[in-house]
């Protein structure tokens, strides 16, 4: 079985000071690993993935994540949040060993960046 | 190009009503999926197509939910005799293969915002 967990909530931070919203997560074989985001009305946005390979993914708007084997997180990062980036994240998780290719997400974390 | 897209954006319905939900998906994506995201369930997998291949129905909460793709494109996803708990946003994904295994991402369309009164 596979499953994702987003601690937090909410996470509210200041403009330009950096985000980090948190993200652990379960397989049974090697972790695919995936960060959406998602303004209101909209639906989910790709961010970045980790499937193998260093270990620091880069990815769209100036996000980032560390995959963590050991700690089995998978945390997203900026360095200097915007205010336009508040809105809601989600983790996601496939083990490459399961059969078909759905998708398992964490419930997902609110960003709000203040001016 | 054009991303994933799906119709109406919003249904508002009466209860024990059928309703049906379209997406097409990215051209040239074989793989489709249907998600559920509602305020107690979070963001939950339905069903998801690949190819010819019978499709992986494991995520249907219940005999009342089928969804079928016509010609390996567009797919419609059919929810019968509606219940208030069927409220919630339904949203659809495509990626370029999705074969088990493969490291391909899903795109999202903006989904369907169903309402069961």
């Known amino acids: 079985a596979q499953s994702v967990a987003q601690p937090e909530d909410q996470v509210n931070v200041a403009e330009g000071n950096p985000l980090t919203v948190k993200c652990t997560y379960s397989v049974s074989g090697n972790p695919y690993l995936f960060w959406y985001v998602q303004y209101p009305n909209r639906g989910l946005q790709f961010l970045l993935k980790?499937?193998?390979?260093?270990?620091l993914v880069k990815g769209s708007y100036g996000f980032e994540a560390e995959f963590n084997k050991s700690q089995t997180s998978f945390h997203l990062k900026k360095p200097s949040a915007l205010v336009s980036d508040s809105a809601l994240y989600f983790c996601a998780v496939r083990d490459n060993e399961a059969a078909g290719n759905k998708l398992t997400f964490g419930g997902g974390t609110r960003v709000l960046v203040k001016p | 190009g054009a991303g994933v897209s799906q119709s109406p954006s919003n249904k508002v319905t009466e209860k024990g009503k059928d309703v049906e939900l379209r997406c097409d998906p990215i051209?040239?994506?074989?793989?489709l999926y249907w998600y559920r995201q509602s305020l107690g369930q979070g963001l939950e997998f339905l069903i998801y197509f690949q190819g010819n291949s019978a499709p992986d129905k494991s995520g249907l909460p219940s005999d009342r939910f089928s969804a079928e793709r016509t010609g390996g494109s567009v797919s419609t996803l059919t929810i019968q005799r509606t219940q208030q708990e069927d409220s919630a946003v339904y949203l659809c994904a495509s990626s370029l293969m999705g074969l088990a295994g493969t490291t391909d991402t899903q795109y999202f369309g903006p989904g369907t915002r169903l309402t069961v009164l």
């Open positions: 051209s040239g994506h074989t793989a």
């Open positions: 980790y499937i193998t390979g260093d270990n």
